[in-house]
């Protein structure tokens, strides 16, 4: 069963705009983490945030994790073409078993 | 530094064939995973692997058998292909920290597999 689903599954935005993805989660965890794929590519990792962190930032990329909620946000500001992508949230539970668990996705297009 | 590399890129089975999809990485990597991505369905974990000689089933294991005899590649076998594991194939590795995972994978470009 996936762990993380994100919101939305698919989003359109225009060049320059902030893009806004959304990840809630089920069980507790040890961190959460973002990875982007381009089309028929691996994955990529973006950032990882702990769960005793409630932001992190890297670049254009900001992340919040509420874990009283369960979820996370990632926000892309000032969107370029490259950015096109599809966005995955994984999860690493805090039972120690090493997992990564991915949600099924949101699919970005930013329009030039 | 090649990173993940997965071999083939691309492969057509006949239902009840068997194959192998490789996996090396050249980083020292400690985990490596492997992880089937199917539309509207994420990534979902097959099995994976903490060290050499250690393998584990992930959430979709039944089809699959994996080994690890060395610390750079990671096998994955089909033993009987059915058309269900028409799919794109993912290895990942990472360097685990203080007993968790706690780090980035790191994926190779994928195996897309048709059984027919």
């Known amino acids: 069963s996936q762990q993380g689903e994100e919101d939305p599954q698919a989003l359109s935005i225009q060049e320059g705009e902030n893009a806004t993805m959304n990840c809630s989660y089920k069980?507790?965890?040890?961190?959460l983490q973002w990875y982007r794929q381009n089309s028929g590519r691996g994955l990529v990792h973006l950032i990882l945030?702990?769960?005793?962190?409630r932001e992190k930032h890297s670049g254009r990329l900001r992340v919040t994790l509420d874990t009283s909620k369960k979820s996370s946000s990632l926000l892309i500001t000032a969107s370029r073409a490259a950015d096109t992508a599809s966005y995955f949230c994984?999860?690493?539970?805090?039972?120690?078993?090493?997992?990564?668990?991915f949600g099924t996705g949101t699919r970005l297009t930013i329009i030039p | 530094n090649a990173g993940v590399t997965q071999t083939p890129k691309f492969q057509v089975l006949k239902t009840g064939q068997s194959m192998t999809l490789q996996c090396a990485q050249d980083?020292?990597?400690?985990?490596m995973s492997w992880y089937r991505q199917d539309p509207g369905m994420g990534l979902r974990l097959i099995h994976y692997?903490?060290?050499?000689?250690?393998?584990d089933q992930g959430e979709v294991p039944n089809g699959y058998n994996v080994s690890r005899s060395t610390t750079e590649d990671f096998p994955l076998r089909l033993l009987s292909a059915a058309p269900s594991q028409t799919s794109v194939y993912f290895c990942?590795?990472?360097?685990?920290?203080?007993?968790?995972?706690?780090?980035?994978?790191?994926f190779g470009n994928g195996t897309r597999l048709t059984v027919t």
């Open positions: 994984a999860t690493e539970g805090d039972f120690g078993n090493e997992k990564l668990t």
């Open positions: 692997s903490v060290g050499a000689g250690i393998t």
């Open positions: 980083m020292n990597h400690e985990y």
């Open positions: 069980t507790s965890i040890n961190n």
């Open positions: 990942a590795s990472s360097y685990p920290r203080g007993g968790l995972l706690d780090s980035p994978l790191h």
């Open positions: 945030i702990r769960s005793n962190e």
